[in-house]
């Protein structure tokens, strides 16, 4: 009775058992089907978005929809195959009647000869669908334990001292940042980076909490502008470096330049960043975050912003000298605003006299407002008075009008009346001052050589002659019109009827010249030999340079290759004849000649460089709107470049005998627009606020490795039947 209750077990583990096992596997190949059904549709962002949220995971197609459909055909191919195959009935010929009794004496070991006969299909199964999964991409993106990296970014720009959330969104930030380091594990290492429109470490790699406590504490708030792309940089030299001091110390010494590779792997940094920030910066499209786990905290502020600032400030000049200022305002509300704008003219820290002007703005609009004054040599602040908004930097702004200036020019040469026009015109006389000599002065202490080197000169024309040495050379712009430095060399015959080919419309000296092409020229010298950083202005056929920027630091020499008349006093061409040519010489004596018309159209903002230029060579002396003062000895051009704009307002400076004062304002409708911005974009990945976006640690060579693993068990199992 114990046999027979054996038997009927052991037939009905034999019925189902192969079929329960493979209907497994078939479920377990449901999820592939349902995956690459909803990526057929296009589904397959949303699909992702959807697994990474519930379950961490992601995917990517390693091959086209339908090569994937094709291989996940595979098993129910082997099923099929296996079907027909069972379909065979035995028939009883006399040929095997001798087995048949062999086969019963083994019927104990049914039960394994069953696994021997059926397992390689179930392995078949199993690495055509671990293969299926595979080439699915599956990606996890887990959270990290202990003994993990973090990079703590955060915004301290202009905006971030909004007052639409309790204190300043700054303080918010710094609030949440020491959150998220006092929530840290006592083995992770973190790193401050603070950035507005550079990035500063302000700690780097620490485990000490109370270190980075410190850090996040002592960030102060800037009037600057927004931009992630330093910071995000900054922390991916870490995390992602592109080389690695072992695979430089494994180079050859002579390494094949043109046969470079790696040698020794660089290994990256695994990192979470941290970004605390309004997010009102561009989106940063041209960076892979790699090994940065990116998330981003964002101040919870109102939905309509609570701001209308100052976006634009110009200046102009008119014929009578007066100076007018107009100046463009943004209404970023969703309603009415009735406000007044207040010109002051400053004298020091005081209004010498103020204008006034009121202006109803409609919502989420644009306006302009225009004041004229007449004596536009002080420095101006407008005002926007009763906004009563979140965001008070950009209710101010400064302008400073600029001391007109003339160019210095000596003009050298023998008699030219078409230069002697240009340089007589009433236009020409309000940019500069002419000092004519003749050829014959250039060996005259007096009259160029003592001139010349102590820089009395801002720009020298050479008019068919030159310095005999470049001793000689002026400390100033020059101008060559038929001649050359003395160390640049010409070819001895020259090139006829050259023909103009191309220029630089981009260069100052040929800003705005049209219609070039058809300007006649009889002759012009073949300049040779042009220095490394000469700049080719203008081009003829036959690599033939007819005007070159040659550089002689700090000065440029320009060389105009061709004469304008010859020593005969024949024309050598008809430029002269077109507008071009005076436009031409009046953008040489502008850009070479420092002139300065009164009136500033440059914008400087908080972190630019700013260029100040000494006429007598001494020290200048800078004092910010906080009221510090900075000297600084001018170059051998007789300039500064002061860098130390980090505040808004007026700076004066002067060399002790003339004003040279320029104004820093933010004048940025981006940073001026405070609505939220839930969403930012780094390279291809879009992160809300609050969402986590983690390495994603890549699961398919772990499947394609099992699928190898059970192909080989497969074959021994095949091999092992066949001996």
């Known amino acids: 009775m114990l046999a027979n209750r054996n038997e009927i077990r052991y037939t009905i583990v034999m019925r189902f058992a192969f079929p329960v096992a493979v209907a497994i596997l078939i479920l377990l190949s449901l999820p592939a089907i349902g995956v690459l059904v909803i990526d057929s549709f296009g589904y397959g962002p949303g699909l992702n978005t959807w697994l990474q949220s519930f379950s961490?995971?992601?995917?990517?197609?390693?091959?086209?929809?339908?090569?994937?459909?094709?291989?996940?055909?595979?098993?129910?191919?082997?099923?099929?195959?296996?079907?027909?195959?069972?379909?065979?009935?035995?028939?009883?010929?006399s040929s095997t009647l001798f087995w048949r009794a062999s086969m019963d004496d083994m019927h104990a070991n049914a039960l394994?000869?069953?696994?021997?006969?059926?397992?390689?299909?179930?392995?078949?199964?199993?690495?055509?669908?671990?293969?299926?999964?595979?080439?699915?991409?599956?990606?996890?993106?887990?959270?990290?334990?202990?003994?993990?990296?973090?990079?703590?970014m955060i915004d301290n720009s202009a905006s971030m001292s909004a007052t639409d959330v309790p204190q300043t969104r700054l303080d918010w930030v710094k609030a949440?940042?020491?959150?998220?380091?006092?929530?840290?594990?006592?083995?992770?290492?973190?790193?401050?980076?603070?950035?507005?429109?550079?990035?500063?470490?302000?700690?780097?790699?620490?485990?000490?909490?109370?270190?980075?406590?410190?850090?996040?504490?002592?960030?102060?708030?800037?009037?600057?502008?927004?931009?992630?792309d330093e910071a995000l940089r900054l922390a991916a030299g870490l995390a992602n470096p592109t080389n690695s001091t072992e695979n430089e110390a494994s180079r050859p010494a002579n390494a094949d330049p043109s046969k470079d590779r790696t040698y020794v792997a660089t290994e990256g940094i695994a990192a979470e960043v941290h970004l605390y920030s309004d997010g009102g910066f561009p989106a940063v499209n041209d960076f892979a975050l790699a090994n940065l786990a990116f998330e981003y905290h964002s101040p919870p502020v109102r939905e309509k912003p609570d701001n209308i600032g100052v976006v634009r400030l110009d200046a102009t000049r008119d014929e009578a000298?007066?100076?007018?200022?107009?100046?463009?305002?943004?209404?970023?509300?969703?309603?009415?605003?009735?406000?007044?704008?207040?010109?002051?003219?400053?004298?020091?820290?005081?209004?010498?006299?103020?204008?006034?002007?009121?202006?109803?703005?409609?919502?989420?609009?644009?306006?302009?407002?225009?004041?004229?004054?007449?004596?536009p040599e002080l420095p101006l602040q407008i005002t926007l008075e009763g906004t009563s908004d979140s965001f008070s930097i950009d209710d101010v702004a400064w302008i400073v009008p600029a001391v007109a200036?003339?160019?210095?020019?000596?003009?050298?040469?023998?008699?030219?009346?078409?230069?002697?026009?240009?340089?007589?015109?009433?236009?020409?006389?309000?940019?500069?001052?002419?000092?004519?000599?003749a050829s014959t002065d250039l060996t005259d202490p007096a009259r160029y050589l003592d001139p010349a080197r102590s820089g009395k000169f801002e720009l020298v024309i050479f008019d068919r002659c030159a310095p005999v040495a470049d001793s000689g050379m002026p400390r100033a712009n020059t101008l060559f019109i038929g001649s050359r430095p003395p160390s640049q060399t010409a070819e001895p015959t020259p090139v006829k009827n050259p023909r103009i080919v191309g220029w630089a419309g981009v260069h100052p000296v040929t800003r705005g010249l049209r219609d070039l092409y058809s300007v006649p020229i009889a002759e012009t010298s073949r300049l040779t030999n042009l220095p490394a950083g000469t700049e080719r202005i203008i081009e003829s056929d036959g690599n033939v340079v007819l005007l070159a920027g040659i550089p002689r630091p700090p000065f440029t020499d320009l060389?105009?290759?061709?004469?304008?008349?010859?020593?005969?006093?024949?024309?050598?061409?008809?430029?002269?004849?077109?507008?071009?040519?005076?436009?031409?010489?009046?953008?040489?004596?502008?850009?070479?000649?420092?002139?300065?018309?009164g009136v500033t159209t440059d914008i400087t903002r908080p972190g630019?460089?700013?260029?100040?230029?000494?006429?007598?060579?001494?020290?200048?002396?800078?004092?910010?709107?906080?009221?510090?003062?900075?000297?600084?000895?001018?170059?051998?051009?007789?300039?500064?470049?002061?860098?130390?704009?980090?505040?808004?307002?007026?700076?004066?400076?002067?060399?002790?005998?003339?004003?040279?004062?320029?104004?820093?304002?933010?004048?940025?409708?981006?940073?001026?627009d405070l609505a939220p911005h839930h969403t930012v974009t780094v390279g291809s990945e879009t992160s809300t606020s609050g969402e986590v976006r983690r390495p994603a640690r890549e699961l398919w060579k772990w499947a394609v490795l099992a699928a190898l693993f059970v192909v080989l068990a497969e074959w021994w199992i095949y091999a092992s039947r066949v001996r």
Not at 65 to 89: G, N
Not at 343 to 366: E, F, I, Q, T
């Open 176 to 228: 949440e940042a020491i959150k998220q380091i006092d929530a840290s594990a006592e083995n992770d290492v973190g790193m401050v980076i603070t950035f507005n429109r550079t990035a500063e470490i302000r700690q780097s790699y620490t485990a000490d909490r109370e270190l980075l406590r410190t850090a996040v504490r002592g960030i102060k708030q800037s009037s600057s502008q927004t931009r992630l």
């Open 321 to 375: 000298g007066q100076l007018s200022v107009t100046a463009g305002i943004r209404n970023y509300r969703d309603s009415q605003a009735e406000l007044t704008a207040r010109l002051d003219v400053l004298n020091g820290n005081r209004a010498a006299r103020s204008y006034m002007k009121p202006l109803k703005m409609n919502a989420n609009a644009s306006s302009e407002i225009e004041f004229t004054l007449p004596d």
């Open 405 to 437: 200036r003339k160019a210095h020019i000596a003009a050298i040469g023998p008699k030219n009346s078409i230069l002697d026009a240009f340089f007589g015109s009433a236009e020409t006389r309000k940019i500069a001052e002419i000092t004519r000599l």
């Open 56 to 93: 961490g995971l992601s995917h990517q197609l390693a091959l086209s929809l339908p090569a994937a459909f094709v291989l996940l055909a595979v098993p129910l191919a082997l099923v099929i195959l296996h079907l027909l195959r069972l379909r065979r009935q035995p028939l009883v010929i």
């Open 112 to 152: 394994f000869r069953w696994l021997q006969r059926n397992v390689p299909l179930l392995l078949q199964l199993l690495a055509a669908f671990l293969f299926v999964y595979g080439i699915l991409g599956p990606r996890l993106h887990g959270a990290t334990g202990s003994g993990r990296h973090y990079i703590l």
């Open 608 to 672: 630019d460089t700013v260029t100040l230029r000494s006429q007598t060579g001494k020290q200048i002396t800078v004092t910010t709107p906080d009221n510090h003062t900075q000297s600084q000895d001018p170059s051998n051009r007789g300039e500064i470049s002061f860098a130390d704009t980090a505040q808004l307002g007026v700076y004066n400076a002067t060399d002790g005998t003339e004003r040279m004062g320029f104004a820093v304002n933010l004048l940025d409708a981006e940073e001026s």
């Open 559 to 597: 060389v105009l290759a061709f004469p304008i008349i010859d020593d005969s006093g024949k024309w050598n061409t008809l430029w002269p004849l077109e507008p071009s040519f005076v436009l031409f010489m009046r953008n040489v004596v502008r850009a070479y000649g420092n002139v300065r018309d």
